[in-house]
């Protein structure tokens, strides 16, 4: 099964589940959980379901496409069900059979593994499901986003694409994966790979630090000034961009070396702020009071 | 099977860590609700577990609540009745409010007075009408490190029912018949594929496994031996016990197999005792990986394969391991060996990120990565690891030369001070944090670092246990004994003090810089110096904290961590309470020791009791000396007090000495309670607060003399037997 057959096979499953299929989100994020689709959605009472790839870029991860196993961007396949079924592990268990994993000839197990993050006043409960030992997948309870209490709980797994594809297809180097059409990821993505490491640890670029460094500090500054400006305006998508837009900058700031510590925890909070200043207000906007007469279809 | 109580909770996969603690939960809090429901317990309660069920079974309980009398107190018969006799509106009152006739009040003598009473007998309900009941309290009376919210309610008025994992069936049976019970879904959670969980006659087996029929399926169950039977049919060992030796058996075989052993030196228990409760049916398998990985160091190898994939490591008969590994699989697979290599796979991969963060991390010293630290926030008062790594330094030094008065190791001390966080900002401890410290000591050693110095590194966290035999010992430490024991302390002294000044103390479960750990490590550190360094020191926490900037608090939360300390060796709490009284800066753990380690052999001699049960009342009455009384002398004429006199002399020297060279307290504690008949005599035969003052002031002044001498030795009012 190709790479791009997986994401076929994978949407397909959740949506004969009953999800809807969106894109990723088309900004520079470290996970989906980060688009709104996840992130505002599980908000308020109004049932959502969902699935999407997110091509999800780590800086810190960047390893110039030596390492077979790390990347700068990886591919998230993204599902949120809220509510939760009673039944989301079964169906989980289902997916993977869709793809060819045959439980009965594995060993599959849910060992415990909570998500936090403190960035979006953000946490929940559940696991990293393992295959054969190897981390396939995390699954969440969603306890709180921006600091707000949920309810009803969603569930929201994450499919990690290229480890899933390595298992299936066999390969120890994530870079000879069959990406589909005759190409490997390594043809597709390799160049991109190099590239974004080298801007993120800004090694051979020729930009000194000093200018690598004030030019990010300056375009956060820029950019946290105008998402605080669009959420004073009410604009809460657009202002969540710019939030976006700031984690980003600050995870570049933080593997280029540029920050120190105190400089450092300084960042997470103001993106901190603005993420559940965001969140706050939205929630306020779809209580099942203001939600119930309009997001009935 | 007539009155056997089976429930069994399915969940979803409880965290493994949780389990042995919550099964016995499950128990105590069943018996304690069955008891406040009044239902007796006609056999003892069973408890079993897996990462989907917990379950309790009472093969016999009582079939209805006892009977249950209830004596309801009224008004106070001289308000209830008139001057003739008869009941005044508020004793009628009283009757009619019961519900009773006014002869079936009765009259009830109190400490206060009479008082109107009427008894109610209340005839028990059956048991099938009470167990509901008992369920909910059960449920809500659990408790987990973190709980989860999953959208459920129970209907006993309190609403949302938070719980470790959801819950996805329950069995609840009463003689063979299902109690009804059940958990609601809150209202925004109403939805199609979101159904009450309704307790029923059926339970679920191995999610993948079976003997019949399709996996997974609900089965039904008439008692628990039908339950058990049919879980043993569908793939679930329910004994932890079976599947803990399940897997050690077969770990053993399938080491033999391989011709070597399980390498137990390596793995501890915590591996063993962890991984039964990850499973459900274990079947153990195993696998190889590339011997050139045995060139990584022992610690990263095992790390790798024990914390990260729970796989056991094997060796040889010499204790040096081979290119295997075992691993216990919650499955009974069709072909071993395709999982056998999937996870090979893993193995390899993890081992080698391992070599590239070994080889990257070494193109550096381990001095150049103390500067990277700066990156790295200790806490946002206390400021980067690498200021924190200059406090080490400075304080390590410190404490080599002026406590330990080895002014010969202090370089190395400092040395090892200023290094020891350095592999914080080592790629290898940012990927496997289980090797802090361990990393740091094989990087220094690897740069020639002398073992004075690289060992301090490699067990600076240690001891976290508090016991007396855990690690390290003296013979791991080797010639590093006491620069280990400087940086181990001064470490743990600065986040502890540090985060104190700093407002960070713990409260109730709350500890999230593991002070109550770093504070018990550094006072087990002192208890066994001797032991662990060779040094003989009474160091008392005085002497090694900076009292500046720390209150109250901080001392009081030391002496509970010494107290603990003590405790946790099997002392007794009274005795440990007596050796640990007074000022906590004054305090020497090892003194402790000592005292507690003689002073069991007196408490219970006739002598010792008696001075202990007098002790209080010597206290007391000594506090009335002024403190400006001139000494007199000499006053003393009562045969009694003469002789206490006499003994307070001649064992005061004994006692002083003692106290004094830090050892022989069997001796002196024996002559503490020597003094037990003089001092009862003296309490019998004599007035201490005589008409005349200056015999008044001799003889409290004899009592302050004797209270001083025991309190060197323990504050013996402590240890008075319980009363009966």
């Known amino acids: 099964m190709t790479f791009q057959d997986l994401i076929f096979q994978l949407t397909s499953f959740w949506a004969s589940r009953g999800c809807l299929i969106q894109q990723g989100l088309d900004l520079e994020v470290g996970a989906g959980t980060s688009h709104p689709e996840t992130l505002l959605r599980v908000l308020g009472p109004t049932p959502w379901n969902v699935a999407y790839v997110q091509p999800s870029r780590r800086p810190d991860d960047g390893r110039f496409g030596q390492n077979p196993n790390r990347l700068f961007k990886h591919h998230q396949l993204q ?5 939760s079924p009673d039944e989301i592990q079964r169906i989980y268990l289902e997916s993977l059979e869709a793809v060819g994993i045959n439980p009965r000839q594995h060993d599959i197990r849910f060992e415990e593994d909570n998500w936090e993050s403190p960035t979006l006043g953000a946490w929940g409960i559940g696991w ?27 569930a929201e797994i994450t499919y990690g694409l290229e480890r899933i594809a390595m298992f299936l297809q066999k390969v120890d180097n994530v870079f000879d994966l069959h990406w ?37 500090r300056s375009q956060f500054d820029e950019t946290f000034k105008f998402g605080q400006e669009l959420l004073a305006g009410g604009l809460l998508l657009p202002a969540l961009e710019y939030c976006l837009k700031c984690s980003h900058l600050f995870n570049l700031l933080d593997s280029s070396g540029s920050v120190g510590v105190t400089e450092r925890t300084a960042y997470i909070l103001r993106v901190r702020q603005l993420a559940i200043a965001i969140c706050k207000q939205y929630a306020a906007q779809v209580t099942p009071e203001a939600s119930s007469p309009k997001a009935e279809p | 099977m007539d009155r056997e109580l ?23 809090a069943l018996e304690a609700r069955l008891k406040e ?22 093969g016999k309980i009582g079939e209805r609540q006892d009977d249950r009398e209830e004596l309801v107190m009224g008004p106070p018969v001289s308000a209830a009745f008139n001057a003739d006799g008869q009941l005044t509106p508020a004793g009628a009152g009283f009757a009619k409010k019961q519900g009773v006739a006014e002869d079936a009040i009765e009259r009830i003598a109190t400490a206060k007075g009479e008082y109107l009473g009427v008894r109610k007998h209340h005839r028990g309900k059956t048991a099938v009408d009470v167990l509901p009941e008992v369920l909910s309290g059960l449920l809500r009376s659990l408790t987990f490190p973190r709980h989860m919210r999953w959208d459920a309610e129970l209907a006993d008025g309190k609403g949302d029912l938070p719980f470790g994992r959801p819950i996805r069936w329950l069995l609840y049976l009463y003689g063979g018949r299902v109690v009804p019970f059940s958990i609601s879904r809150s209202a925004p959670a109403q939805h199609g594929l979101v159904q009450d969980v309704v307790a029923g006659a059926s339970t679920y087996g191995h999610r993948f496994l079976t003997m019949s029929g399709r996996p997974g399926r609900a089965i039904k169950v008439k008692h628990f031996d039908d339950y058990k039977k049919r879980l043993s049919e569908n793939f679930v060992v329910i004994e932890r016990s079976e599947r803990h030796d399940r897997i050690a058996r077969e770990l053993d075989a399938e080491a033999r197999r391989r011709g070597g052993r399980v390498a137990s030196a390596l793995v501890g228990h915590a591996i063993l005792e962890e991984v039964p409760d990850l499973v459900e049916y274990p079947v153990v398998v195993s696998g190889t990986f590339s011997e050139e990985f045995l060139k990584l160091p022992e610690e990263v190898l095992s790390t790798t394969m024990i914390h990260h994939q729970h796989f056991f490591p094997v060796s040889n008969d010499h204790g040096k391991l081979l290119p295997v590994f075992l691993a216990v699989l919650n499955m009974e697979p069709e072909k071993p060996e395709i999982i056998a290599k999937n996870m090979e796979r893993v193995l390899t991969a993890r081992l080698r990120d391992a070599r590239f963060f070994l080889e990257s991390d070494r193109k550096k010293p381990l001095d150049a990565h103390v500067e990277r630290l700066s990156t790295v926030l200790f806490h946002k008062k206390l400021g980067s690891y690498l200021e924190k790594s200059a406090r080490v330094e400075k304080l390590a030094r410190e404490i080599c030369t ?44 690897e740069s020639g670092a002398p073992e004075e110095v690289w060992k301090a590194i490699y067990y600076h966290y240690l001891p976290v246990g508090v016991e007396a035999n855990s ?35 713990p409260t109730g479960s709350r500890d999230p810089y593991g002070l109550r750990r770093s504070a018990q490590g550094l006072v087990r550190l002192l208890v066994d110096l001797p032991e662990l360094t060779g040094l003989n020191l009474r160091i008392t926490l005085g002497q090694l904290v900076d009292e500046s900037g720390l209150d109250e608090a901080f001392w009081s939360f030391m002496m509970d961590r010494v107290r603990f300390v003590l405790e946790q060796r099997g002392f007794d709490t009274r005795n440990v309470r007596s050796v640990t009284h007074g000022a906590p800066a004054a305090l020497s753990p090892l003194v402790a020791r000592r005292k507690l380690e003689t002073l069991p052999e007196f408490t219970d001699t006739m002598e010792f009791q008696q001075l202990a049960a007098l002790f209080k009342r010597v206290k007391n009455i000594a506090r009335n000396l002024a403190s400006d009384a001139p000494d007199l002398g000499g006053t003393l004429t009562e045969p009694a007090e003469l002789a206490l006199a006499t003994s307070v002399n001649s064992l005061g020297p004994v006692i002083e000495g003692t106290v004094e060279a830090g050892t022989g307290y069997r001796q002196a504690f024996a002559a503490a309670a020597t003094l037990g008949p003089s001092v009862a005599r003296f309490f019998d035969d004599v007035m201490v607060m005589a008409e005349d003052p200056k015999l008044r002031d001799a003889r409290l002044r004899l009592l302050k003399r004797l209270e001083g001498l025991i309190l060197q030795l323990a504050d013996v009012s402590e240890i008075v037997p319980e009363e009966k």
Request: aromatic share 8%; hydrophobic share 40%.
């Open chain 2, 37 to 58: 429901a009044r239902l007796s317990l006609d056999e003892p309660i069973e408890t079993y577990s897996t990462p989907r069920r917990l379950t309790a079974r009472v």
């Open chain 2, 471 to 505: 690690p390290p010992g003296k013979e791991q430490l080797g010639s590093a004994a006491i620069t280990w024991a400087a940086v181990s302390l001064a470490d743990k002294l600065d986040t502890v003090a540090g985060m104190f000044r700093a407002g960070e103390r």
């Open chain 1, 79 to 83: 599902v949120i069900l809220k509510p």
């Open chain 1, 128 to 154: 990293q499901v393992m295959l054969d030992g190897m981390e396939i997948s995390q699954f969440t309870y969603f306890q709180q986003v921006g600091g707000i209490d949920l309810s009803p709980v969603s």
């Open chain 2, 6 to 28: 089976l429930l069994e909770i399915g969940t979803e996969e409880i965290p493994a860590s949780w389990l042995p603690g919550l099964t016995i939960q499950v128990g105590q």
């Open chain 2, 402 to 445: 002026r406590i330990f008065v080895r002014p010969d190791l202090a370089d190395h001390a400092a040395a090892a001070g200023r290094l020891c966080k350095a592999d914080l900002a080592t790629d290898m401890v940012r990927e496997l944090t289980e090797l802090q410290g361990t990393m740091g000591g094989i990087y220094a050693r």
């Open chain 1, 180 to 216: 589909g059409g005759g190409r490997s990821y390594g043809d597709v993505r390799m160049r991109e790979e190099v590239e974004q490491s080298k801007y993120a640890f800004n090694r051979d670029t020729g930009i000194g630090r000093e200018r690598y460094s004030a030019f990010h």
